[in-house]
């Protein structure tokens, strides 16, 4: 594929909410993530992704925008937002911020008058549908119907997330030019580009009738009828010609859901966006992604065929977006290293592992430190919406309040969310206040102040192989090289990077117990190992426990 700067980028991704307080309100702010630029830049780090800073009632931390103008009073302002972009940028980090262009707030203008009067123009701004009896079966993303009464008015309106997050009615012509104007706003306003949200929603089945139900609730999810519809690519090829390709910017979307043989229309060369995320195999463990108490077995092996066959599709079409925990997400210790999730050696094959795939990797805060997930013990503990309909879902499908919790505390969003330990102080450095979410309950020792003074720790690790990544003479090879899967052990994950000139195959030992790999070349030299020095004899490559080794082909 023909080169493109994003190709070159390590993004780390900021939920400001929860990053560093400065002002002491308990809510992390854009002045907050000014001041710990430093921590960023000697991370190697070089572009950061801000999850919303719009003006919010937050029922959903900020993907409810009540202002897509103006910013969250509790982050900053526009100038702590300037500022933030101008230093960033004298230090080599670009910023991207969050697109929510699939709903709004129902406190967004639109909709308030939207509500307040039937005929004003602004009812067709998002979908209203009038009648005594709820229009459809439609289970939304948050739970419950996708459709919430009108008070006083024999109307429903229509919500694929929270009751607080109507959907924007994108048959609008309207609607569709308003926004472009707002995003080509933000982009003249010097960001690098978008993490585009739940963008393949856009498009509804206009049909709008009940589907067959699959939950006691007789309701189906909305997942079969509003997500990655008929129709929805114009609005896409719309929204990159009228916004995306006017500036050279960066468009990450989250598309869960897309078939790989529908990859070429959304990041191929002409695609819709620079690159997608994909979710096959972020959400190995639970149903469909959207039903943690359906828990499906896995193991190393699965993970690896499915990070295979997303990296061969991608590499035929263009270019992939790697990541191993999100906002979203619970912390990938827990997920994907279940009992080893402690274990230091572990979560650093875990990190290489993903950061030499092909494609730009993104970091998630606290990821670099190896956080594992929380246990809260009662519901009330929790702030997400969608552990609290979870929790509620799981008990009405049979579950117990124990086992309804136990699957929460795997899943929640609220995992990744808790406020970044910074030292091992009350309220680990993130502030003085009461932090909006409370900690999570290894931050006494998992911290950046305690792995900063550590050489072996997870935090000096992701320095050290982002650096490696970046700026070691293999930096060609690791970026744009070529990507094949090497045949292994079930418990190795082992792969091959590729260019003209270089040739690195890479083997990450997920295993507790020491694994030999017989080498398909005599000739290798070691570039990269975690651990004691691994021994090669005759041809075979002796693994430590959790252990990643990084070799050179010699004569290919
Ligand atoms: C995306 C976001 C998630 C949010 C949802 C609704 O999935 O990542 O955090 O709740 O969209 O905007």
């Given at each position: 594929?023909?080169?493109?700067?994003?190709q070159?980028?390590?993004?780390?991704?900021?939920?400001?909410?929860?990053?560093?307080?400065?002002?002491?309100?308990?809510?992390?702010?854009?002045?907050?993530?000014?001041?710990?630029?430093?921590?960023?830049?000697d991370?190697?780090?070089?572009?950061?992704?801000?999850?919303?800073?719009?003006?919010?009632?937050?029922?959903?931390?900020?993907?409810?925008?009540?202002?897509?103008?103006?910013?969250?009073p509790?982050?900053?302002?526009?100038?702590?937002?300037?500022?933030?972009?101008?230093?960033?940028?004298?230090?080599?980090?670009?910023?991207?911020?969050?697109?929510?262009?699939?709903?709004?707030?129902?406190?967004?203008?639109?909709?308030?008058?939207?509500?307040?009067?039937?005929?004003s123009?602004?009812?067709?701004?998002?979908?209203?549908?009038?009648g005594?009896?709820?229009?459809?079966?439609?289970?939304?993303?948050?739970?419950?119907?996708?459709?919430?009464?009108?008070?006083?008015?024999?109307t429903?309106?229509?919500?694929?997330?929270?009751?607080?997050?109507?959907d924007?009615?994108?048959?609008?012509?309207?609607?569709r030019?308003?926004?472009?104007?707002?995003?080509?706003q933000?982009?003249?306003?010097?960001?690098?580009?978008?993490?585009?949200?739940?963008?393949t929603?856009?498009?509804?089945?206009?049909?709008?009738?009940?589907?067959?139900?699959?939950?006691?609730?007789?309701?189906?999810?909305?997942?079969?009828t509003?997500?990655?519809?008929?129709?929805?690519?114009?609005?896409?090829l719309?929204?990159?010609?009228?916004?995306?390709?006017?500036?050279?910017?960066?468009?990450?979307a989250?598309a869960p859901?897309?078939?790989?043989?529908d990859?070429?229309d959304?990041?191929?060369?002409?695609?819709?966006f620079?690159?997608?995320?994909?979710?096959?195999?972020?959400?190995?463990?639970?149903?469909?992604?959207?039903?943690?108490?359906k828990?499906?077995?896995?193991?190393?092996?699965?993970?690896?065929?499915?990070?295979?066959?997303?990296q061969?599709?991608?590499?035929?079409?263009?270019?992939?977006?790697?990541?191993?925990?999100?906002?979203?997400?619970?912390?990938?210790?827990?997920?994907?290293l279940?009992a080893?999730e402690?274990?230091?050696?572990?979560?650093?094959?875990?990190?290489?592992?993903?950061?030499?795939?092909r494609?730009?990797?993104?970091?998630?805060?606290g990821?670099?430190?190896g956080?594992?997930?929380?246990?809260?013990?009662?519901?009330?503990?929790?702030?997400?919406?969608?552990?609290?309909?979870?929790?509620?879902?799981?008990?009405?499908?049979?579950c117990?309040?124990?086992?309804?919790?136990?699957?929460?505390?795997?899943?929640?969003?609220?995992?990744?969310?808790?406020?970044?330990?910074?030292?091992?102080?009350?309220?680990?450095?993130?502030?003085?206040h009461?932090?909006?979410?409370?900690?999570?309950?290894?931050?006494?020792?998992?911290?950046?102040?305690e792995?900063?003074?550590?050489?072996?720790?997870?935090l000096?690790?992701?320095?050290?192989?982002?650096?490696?990544?970046?700026?070691s003479?293999y930096r060609?090879?690791?970026?744009?090289?070529?990507?094949?899967?090497l045949?292994?052990?079930?418990?190795?994950?082992?792969?091959?990077?590729?260019?003209?000139?270089?040739?690195?195959?890479?083997?990450?030992?997920?295993?507790d117990q020491?694994?030999?790999?017989?080498?398909?070349?005599?000739?290798?030299?070691?570039?990269?190992?975690?651990?004691?020095?691994?021994?090669?004899?005759?041809?075979?490559?002796?693994?430590?426990?959790f252990?990643?080794?990084?070799?050179?082909?010699?004569?290919?």
């Amino acid at each position: 594929m023909e080169r493109k700067w994003w190709q070159e980028e390590i993004v780390y991704q900021i939920y400001p909410k929860s990053f560093y307080d400065s002002n002491h309100d308990g809510i992390g702010d854009l002045n907050g993530i000014r001041k710990k630029l430093k921590y960023l830049k000697d991370l190697n780090v070089t572009m950061l992704w801000i999850c919303p800073i719009f003006k919010s009632p937050m029922d959903d931390n900020g993907y409810d925008i009540s202002d897509y103008f103006a910013l969250a009073p509790e982050f900053g302002t526009m100038e702590d937002l300037k500022c933030l972009i101008d230093e960033a940028k004298e230090m080599g980090i670009k910023i991207i911020l969050d697109l929510v262009i699939n709903h709004t707030s129902d406190e967004h203008a639109w909709f308030q008058q939207a509500i307040a009067n039937k005929d004003s123009k602004y009812r067709n701004y998002y979908i209203f549908k009038e009648g005594k009896e709820v229009p459809n079966n439609w289970r939304s993303i948050f739970g419950g119907s996708v459709w919430e009464k009108v008070e006083g008015e024999d109307t429903y309106y229509f919500h694929t997330f929270g009751k607080k997050q109507p959907d924007l009615n994108w048959e609008n012509k309207e609607v569709r030019e308003a926004l472009y104007a707002m995003v080509n706003q933000w982009l003249e306003f010097g960001i690098a580009g978008f993490r585009v949200d739940a963008i393949t929603f856009i498009k509804k089945d206009q049909s709008y009738a009940s589907i067959e139900a699959d939950g006691v609730d007789g309701l189906a999810k909305c997942t079969k009828t509003c997500r990655n519809q008929e129709g929805i690519k114009d609005f896409l090829l719309e929204l990159k010609e009228r916004c995306f390709d006017k500036y050279d910017c960066m468009s990450v979307a989250e598309a869960p859901g897309i078939a790989y043989d529908d990859l070429d229309d959304f990041i191929s060369k002409d695609g819709f966006f620079s690159m997608i995320f994909d979710f096959k195999a972020a959400d190995l463990d639970v149903a469909s992604g959207s039903e943690w108490f359906k828990r499906l077995p896995w193991k190393i092996s699965d993970l690896r065929t499915k990070l295979m066959e997303y990296q061969m599709a991608v590499q035929k079409i263009g270019w992939a977006a790697n990541f191993i925990e999100n906002h979203d997400q619970p912390r990938s210790t827990t997920k994907y290293l279940l009992a080893h999730e402690r274990n230091k050696e572990a979560v650093k094959t875990l990190a290489s592992m993903y950061l030499c795939l092909r494609g730009t990797p993104y970091i998630y805060q606290g990821q670099e430190l190896g956080m594992v997930n929380f246990q809260r013990s009662r519901i009330e503990e929790f702030n997400d919406i969608s552990s609290i309909d979870q929790y509620y879902r799981a008990m009405q499908e049979g579950c117990s309040k124990e086992e309804a919790l136990h699957y929460i505390n795997l899943r929640s969003r609220d995992n990744s969310r808790t406020p970044f330990p910074w030292n091992a102080t009350r309220y680990g450095g993130f502030s003085e206040h009461t932090p909006w979410l409370s900690m999570s309950e290894e931050y006494p020792t998992i911290n950046v102040e305690e792995q900063m003074q550590d050489e072996d720790s997870v935090l000096s690790f992701y320095k050290k192989i982002l650096h490696f990544r970046q700026n070691s003479k293999y930096r060609e090879c690791l970026i744009y090289g070529d990507i094949a899967f090497l045949e292994s052990d079930e418990e190795i994950i082992a792969y091959e990077r590729k260019t003209k000139k270089d040739c690195l195959q890479c083997f990450f030992n997920f295993s507790d117990q020491g694994k030999e790999e017989t080498l398909l070349h005599a000739s290798c030299k070691v570039v990269f190992q975690t651990q004691d020095k691994v021994e090669i004899k005759d041809k075979v490559l002796k693994l430590k426990p959790f252990q990643t080794v990084i070799l050179k082909v010699e004569e290919q």
